[in-house]
């Protein structure tokens, strides 16, 4: 029997997941495997969180609530939009899901009609064009290469919008590159949708908070405020909190679109579990310190891998801007021969001599949309980062 759907075998499964199963399958074999496939904190979630969600469950708050969350997580939902980033919602403009990924679900099961295409710039978050591609629409991938910074221009924005695009997908700072859009580069992306009225959009700024360089955050929605009954700002405790299984995200925009989230939501996961719901809301209600600790940490990690892998010969690096990822370069390797005899022909072969031969994880470019790139994270200790930078800079050396 087929089982599968030829809706499902439309996309594929999570790369990034597959590398970082085949990293802990060789672990689990005693291999000392680093793994900077991850796109997780490494941190535990702080301890305030958790007691806010055993007292909820301790004090009966485990039923069902509404689609659109429980009042306290809206409210405090506003409140961190008005306090980080001066932006007025009304609670109604506000939907959560389980994670920002069942967001962008939502957000297209409610919205795309089949063929409306949606512009995504490369490399995008592995996740982004599959997601599109399951509710119909059709990505209209622009590459963005490190000759560009990773950055989407206006003109090319521009070029890439036709009669059906609805929506225009970034993220910022990106995964999987650590580029961050500055305010001026924001406006003038918002400055070519102005005169698209027909094109919507989602900005994912789930790494808001993890910003390792000189330039600041900027939400688009304060870069682009003349577009607000069109934006829908997407964010999430995962990665600011480390709360990546709580399974929590958010986001705000016009209400007449909040409401279509919603209602997918009622009728797919019901709600986000209570308890993550409570704990979300104690995350960002209570004190922040654990946020900038970790801020700092990475970007301690991030000026060691910026500066460990630049140092490698044949790798075109970019510091990181922000979240925790490096994505050089590594044309230089391909087409070059193992020690072994086996020819790297494209990124993939990379990444998988890299894990075989330097027993270093990473994720090849080509699960990004762009090649030949490895994108690694750096979501590890330091001492791990520098372990890992020896031994893939001993690996790449022995390619002839
Ligand atoms: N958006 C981006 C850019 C991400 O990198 C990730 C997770 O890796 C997500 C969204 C999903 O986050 P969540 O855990 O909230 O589903």
New binding site residues.
């Given amino acids: 029997i087929r089982f599968e759907s030829t809706k499902a075998a439309s996309i594929k499964s999570s790369p990034s997941m597959a590398v970082s199963m085949a990293a802990k399958a060789m672990r689990a074999k005693g291999e000392n495997v680093i793994d900077l496939s991850l796109?997780?904190p490494d941190f535990e979630t702080p301890d305030f969180i958790v007691e806010a969600a055993i007292e909820a469950m301790r004090s009966g708050k485990t039923r069902y609530t509404s689609p659109d969350g429980l009042e306290e997580l809206r409210a405090a939902i506003v409140a961190k939009f008005k306090r980080e980033n001066g932006l007025d919602y009304a609670t109604d403009q506000i939907s959560i899901g389980?994670?920002?990924?069942?967001?962008?679900f939502n957000a297209f099961l409610g919205t795309l009609e089949p063929g409306d295409e949606v512009v995504v710039p490369a490399p995008y978050?592995v996740?982004y064009t599959d997601i599109v591609i399951l509710h119909g629409g059709v990505p209209r991938i622009v590459s963005c290469g490190v000759e560009d910074d990773f950055k989407l221009t206006p003109e090319r924005l521009e070029a890439a919008i036709t009669p059906k695009t609805r929506w225009f997908l970034f993220?910022s700072p990106?995964?999987p590159t650590g580029a961050i859009y500055t305010a001026a580069e924001l406006a003038a992306l918002g400055a070519v949708l102005e005169r698209h009225p027909h094109v919507s959009v989602m900005s994912?700024e789930?790494?808001e908070h993890i910003v390792c360089g000189d330039v600041p955050f900027t939400s688009f929605a304060n870069a682009c405020p003349q577009l607000a009954d069109r934006t829908l700002i997407?964010n999430?405790?995962?990665?600011a909190y480390a709360m990546?299984g709580w399974?929590?995200?958010y986001a705000a925009g016009p209400k007449s679109l909040t409401k279509v989230l919603n209602k997918m939501q009622s009728q797919s996961t019901t709600c986000p579990s209570s308890i993550s719901q409570i704990a979300a809301a104690a995350a960002l209600n209570g004190p922040q310190d654990f946020v900038t600790r970790a801020v700092a940490e990475y970007k301690l990690r991030g000026a060691l891998v910026a500066k460990g892998f630049s140092a490698i010969p044949g790798l075109d690096v970019r510091p990181p801007g922000g979240?925790f990822y490096l994505f050089p370069k590594c044309a230089a390797y391909i087409g070059k021969t193992a020690p072994d005899g086996t020819r790297i022909g494209n990124d993939t072969e990379l990444a998988s001599y890299l894990l075989t031969s330097a027993k270093v994880a990473t994720v090849p470019g080509a699960a990004f949309g762009v090649e030949p790139y490895i994108r690694l994270s750096f979501a590890t200790s330091r001492d791990n980062l520098s372990i890992a930078i020896d031994r893939v800079a001993d690996a790449l050396g022995q390619l002839r």
């Fill in positions: 796109g997780e389980n994670g920002a990924k069942q967001i962008l978050w996740s993220n990106s995964n994912d789930i790494y997407i999430g405790v995962s990665k990546t399974r929590l995200g979240a």
